[in-house]
């Protein structure tokens, strides 16, 4: 017995042990979902306040991005290696301590290389700890997945997130001031000779929500599956 | 009446969910009917009055730049303005905490009907941002404070209550099959917000 069981075992092992890729479909499935059919601003509803706020202009939406990938991927790391240490009453506290000290981490960079955007940005890097995409994904997929998996989901959907954010951005510095990234796109003739005007309206808060909620109907008019039924 | 004005301006004027968009999602996730949207926004108002103030007393005495002086001359030059959000958010998890207890102590039908909401609040962004606009809008006292997270929670109540109503009349119109739900819940944020617009530059 002893002579035989350690070579069918090693054969079991193998079986179970042999891995899927790193990109396997269902992998690939975690990162593109969050794109379109599970956006977590259009679909799930997760972390509207700052997708509003900050979508005057492109750039300080790019800069959110990034701050929001940068902190999702790490936390849905971190959270998932200590998923089997954390007690499940405190587990919300856990989460915000170790959101708020990635979001600390990146309010100090910011404000050290890119303090006219950091101002910009003002409070809205700050309110990243309770941006209800992080927490939302941490209960939801980060404490109960590996760390590879956790990591693809929160890099997944950051990049759904801000999807949507440099989408509201574009319309409208596009269509409020006529630049991109703070570049004339419009040019000058057509205010001259056609008697354009940018619509100074979109630069306001009221139609970040109107935008989005066009964005929203475009897109359930296109991906018929994810009307609500009511 | 300077008390007055700070009041009525983060009622109306700053409105929370309007002029900054702070705690839209619990805003859009809870305004399905009217009974839970008094409920969450009372609960709001209530956490938003008692951390603000704590909160402010936290950054004069403990965070704010030289802030330690009271300590001693030795710690006179201390900056720990990079722990404010931890610590703010701490103040607001343990806040939130401990209202549930009393609440759940001495008023146990209000409890009942707050209960589930409360947990919410603790990453509700409208609490967190009452606490950073602290350092943005120049509140020098704890009345003002006070008087500043009523006025803030109140003003999201208001919103809250007449989101929840209009979403209650509007289940009886026939919207069209992709903005049913979330879309034309948008849009119409987006139509009040241009009303509340209105109230822009008014001064007590």
Known sequence: MS????????????????KEPLFSKKNRKLLSDPLDDNNPITVQVLGICSALAITVQLEPAVVMTMSVIFVMACSNVIISLLRNLIPNRIRIIVFLVVISSLVALVDEVLRAYAYDVSKQLSIF??????NCIVMGRLEAFALGNGVWKS??????????????LIAVAFFRELLGSGKLFDIQVIPQFIYDEFGYLNNGFMLLSPMALITLGLIIWAQ???NRKLIEKN | MDLINLFV?????ENMVFAYFLGMCSYLAISKTLKNGIGMGLAVTFVLTVTVPI????????LKPGALSWAGTQFAQLDLNFLSLIMFIAVIASMVQLVEMIMEKFSPSLYGSLGIFLPLIAVNCAILGGSLFIKIKDITNITEAGVYGFGSGVGWFLAIVAIAAIREKI???????PLRGLGITF???????IGFMSFMGIKL
């Not at chain 1, 002579?3 to 042999?18: D, V, W, Y």
């Not at chain 1, 990591?151 to 949507?164: E, I, Q, T």
């Not at chain 2, 849009?187 to 917000?193: C, E, K, N, Q, S």
């Open chain 1, 3 to 18: 002579k035989e069981s350690p070579k069918k075992n090693t054969s079991i092992l193998f079986i179970s042990k042999e």
């Open chain 1, 125 to 130: 890097i700050g309110l990243i700890v309770t």
């Open chain 1, 151 to 164: 990591f693809l989901d929160g890099v997944g959907n950051a990049f759904g997130y801000g999807f949507m």
């Open chain 1, 220 to 222: 359930r008019a296109r």
């Open chain 2, 9 to 13: 301006k983060s009622i109306f004027i």
């Open chain 2, 55 to 62: 909160n402010f007393l936290l950054y004069e005495y403990i």
């Open chain 2, 171 to 177: 289940s009886y119109s026939n919207v069209p099959a």
């Open chain 2, 187 to 193: 849009i119409i944020t987006g139509l009040m917000a």
